[in-house]
C-alpha cells in the first residue's frame, strides 16, 4: 500500500498520526483530514488489496453486523458508503421486517420498521473504508509498521510524535526504529491497546478502568446462500438470557451467502465440527438457524473466537492529560460483541471529533475524551448492563436494577405480540432510540397489556404465527 501523503487544501500546518487502520482509525483519519494539513495511518499489518482477514484484526473472520445508527454514521463521515457496500455485494434489511429475532426464547413481531441496516464481512468492511481514505488529498497510510511507543517533549506534557519500526525490520534491539513527528496522536489500535504501557512510560498517570465479564465464545462459518432458504429472510438473532447462555445468528452478506454465528457464555462453548454445531442450532430457543444448517452448503471452515469482558477505560476522569493524544474505538471501549455496537461506536466517535475540531484544538483532549464517555455511555449500558442480567456476571446491581430487569423480561415477551414494543427493543439496541423511550408510559402500559396474556421464557415459536 502507497505511503506518501498527498498534498491537501490549505489547512493548519500539522500533522497526525492515526495507530491503527481499522474501522475507528479509518473514520478518525477521515475527519482529521478536515483539519490536519497530513494525516499518516499506521497498521502493523501489511495491508490486503482486496477483502481478506488479517492477523491485527482477529474478529475479521466473525460475523459483523452494521447497526443502522452505525449506517447512518458512516454516510455522514462518506457520503453514498452504503450504496458502496451494497454495490459490492453486502445485504441491505429492513432490521424488523427482514429477519427473526428471538428475545428471551419469544419471536419479535415481524414488520417493516425503516431501522436499515446491513451484513458484510469486517474485511469488505474495511476495504471500502480504506479505499476511501486513502483517495483523500492529504492522507498516507503506512502499513507493516508497528508503533513502539509515543515521543513527547522534555517536559512530557504534550506529545511530539510516535516511535515506530517496520514489522520486516531486525528483530534485535530497535533496529530500524525511527520517531515520526506529529502534532496530534489518535490511538485506534483496538482492544489490544498499548497506550497505558505507553504513558505509563512517560511518567503519566493512567485511566480507571471498568471491566464487566463477558465470557462469550463466537463460533462462525459461512454457507451457500440460496433463494429457498427461511423463506427469504436476511437474518436471524437468537440472543441468550439467564439460564439459556447460549444464542446465534445468521446474516446475509456479499458473495451470495450466509453468516452464521452460533455463541456460548459462561462455560457453554459452542462445537466446530457439524454434527456438533448442529446440534447445538437445534438446543437454541429459535428454530431457524439449525434449519439453515441441515440444508445449507457449507463454504468453509468454522472460526472459534473468544472475548472475556467489555472493558472501559475512563479517560475523562483524568485530571491531567497529555496534549496531542486522543484514544479512539475499541482501545477506548471495547464492547461484548454480540450487541453488534463496535463499529458504530467508532464512527460516532469519530463524528464528535470532528464537531470538536470545527471549535478549535484547544484542550483537545479534555474536550474528546468528556465528549466520548457521553457517547459510549448508551452502548455500554446496553451491552454491559445487559450482560449483567446473568448472574454470573460480578457487578453493582441495585433494587431499581431488579425492578427493570423484571419490566424488560415481560417487555421482550410482549414484543411478541405488539409491533410497536418490538420495533422500540430493535430501535433501542440498534442506537436510534435512547434507551429511555423503553420505559415510556405508553410503552409501559403496552407491555403490561401484552405480558398479561404471556408466561416465562419462550418457546422460540410465534405466539401469533399468522399476524408476524
Ligand atoms: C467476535 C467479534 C464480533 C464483532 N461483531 C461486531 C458486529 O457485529 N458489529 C460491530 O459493529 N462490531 C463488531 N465487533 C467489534 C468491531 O470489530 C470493532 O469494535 C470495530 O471494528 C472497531 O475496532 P477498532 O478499529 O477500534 O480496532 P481493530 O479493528 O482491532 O483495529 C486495530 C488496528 O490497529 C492495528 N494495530 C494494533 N496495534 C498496533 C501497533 N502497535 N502499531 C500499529 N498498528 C497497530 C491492528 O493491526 C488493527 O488493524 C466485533 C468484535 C468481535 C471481537
Redesign the pocket.
Known amino acids: 500500500m502507497a505511503s506518501t501523503a498527498r498534498p491537501g487544501p490549505a489547512r493548519e500546518r500539522t500533522h497526525a498520526v492515526v495507530?491503527?487502520?481499522?474501522?475507528?482509525?479509518?473514520?478518525v483519519a477521515r475527519v482529521l483530514t478536515d483539519a490536519c494539513e497530513r494525516v499518516t495511518v499506521?497498521?502493523?499489518?501489511t495491508?490486503p488489496t482486496a477483502p481478506a482477514p488479517?492477523?491485527?484484526?482477529?474478529?475479521?473472520r466473525?460475523?459483523?453486523?452494521?447497526?443502522a445508527r452505525?449506517a447512518l454514521a458512516l454516510d455522514e463521515l462518506f457520503p453514498g458508503f452504503t450504496d458502496e457496500l451494497v454495490a459490492a455485494g453486502a445485504s441491505r434489511a429492513d432490521t424488523q421486517g427482514d429477519a427473526h429475532w428471538y428475545l428471551d426464547g419469544h419471536r419479535a413481531y415481524r414488520a417493516p420498521s425503516g431501522l436499515i441496516s446491513y451484513g458484510a464481512s469486517?474485511p469488505l468492511?474495511?476495504q471500502l473504508l480504506r479505499a476511501r481514505v486513502a483517495a483523500l488529498a492529504g492522507v498516507g497510510i503506512r502499513d507493516s509498521?508497528?508503533?513502539?511507543g509515543l515521543a513527547a517533549a522534555p517536559d512530557r506534557t504534550r506529545i511530539t510524535g510516535v516511535r515506530?519500526r517496520p514489522r520486516s525490520g531486525g528483530a534485535s534491539g530497535d533496529a530500524g526504529e525511527e520517531t515520526l513527528g506529529a502534532d496530534l496522536v489518535v490511538d485506534?489500535?483496538?482492544?489490544?491497546?498499548?497506550a497505558l504501557t505507553w504513558l505509563e512510560e512517560l511518567g503519566h498517570p493512567l485511566p480507571a478502568r471498568t471491566r464487566v465479564r463477558a465470557d462469550?465464545v463466537?463460533v462462525?462459518r459461512r454457507f451457500r446462500r440460496e433463494p429457498h432458504h427461511l423463506g427469504g429472510l436476511m437474518g436471524v438473532a437468537v440472543v441468550g438470557f439467564p439460564g439459556m447462555p447460549r444464542g446465534g445468528a445468521l446474516l446475509a452478506e456479499e458473495d451470495g451467502r450466509f453468516a452464521v454465528?452460533l455463541v456460548g457464555q459462561f462455560g457453554e462453548e459452542p462445537p466446530t465440527d457439524d454434527e456438533g454445531m448442529l446440534a447445538y442450532a437445534e438446543s437454541l430457543p429459535g428454530p431457524d438457524i439449525a434449519e439453515l444448517l441441515r440444508t445449507a452448503e457449507p463454504l468453509d471452515r468454522p472460526v472459534k473466537?473468544r472475548?472475556p469482558a467489555s472493558v472501559r477505560h475512563h479517560y475523562e476522569k483524568l485530571g491531567r492529560h497529555l496534549g496531542g493524544f486522543l484514544v479512539?474505538?475499541?482501545?477506548?471501549c471495547?464492547?461484548n460483541?454480540?450487541?453488534?455496537?463496535?463499529?458504530?461506536?467508532?464512527a460516532q466517535q469519530a463524528i464528535l471529533l470532528r464537531k470538536l475540531l470545527a471549535e478549535g484544538t484547544d484542550d483537545l483532549p479534555r474536550r474528546f475524551f468528556r465528549a466520548a464517555a457521553r457517547a459510549v455511555d448508551t452502548p455500554w449500558l446496553l451491552a454491559a448492563g445487559g450482560d449483567l442480567r446473568f448472574p454470573e456476571v460480578e457487578g453493582r446491581r441495585g433494587p431499581a436494577d431488579g425492578l427493570l430487569d423484571r419490566y424488560l423480561t415481560r417487555y421482550r415477551a410482549a414484543a411478541s405480540a405488539d409491533p410497536v414494543l418490538a420495533r422500540t427493543f430493535l430501535a433501542v439496541a440498534h442506537m436510534m432510540e435512547p434507551p429511555a423511550r423503553l420505559m415510556s408510559p405508553g410503552h409501559v402500559l403496552r407491555v403490561l397489556r401484552a405480558a398479561r396474556k404471556a408466561g416465562g421464557p419462550g418457546t422460540g415459536r410465534p405466539r401469533t404465527p399468522a399476524a408476524s
Open positions: 495507530i491503527g487502520a481499522g474501522v475507528a482509525g479509518l473514520a499506521i497498521d502493523r499489518d495491508l488479517r492477523r491485527g484484526v482477529p474478529q475479521g466473525q460475523l459483523h453486523t452494521l447497526l452505525g469486517r468492511v474495511e509498521t508497528e508503533v513502539l515506530v485506534a489500535s483496538g482492544r489490544g491497546s498499548r462469550v463466537y462462525t454465528v473466537m472475548y479512539a474505538g475499541d482501545a477506548l471495547s464492547f460483541p454480540a450487541y453488534g455496537q463496535g463499529m458504530t461506536a467508532a
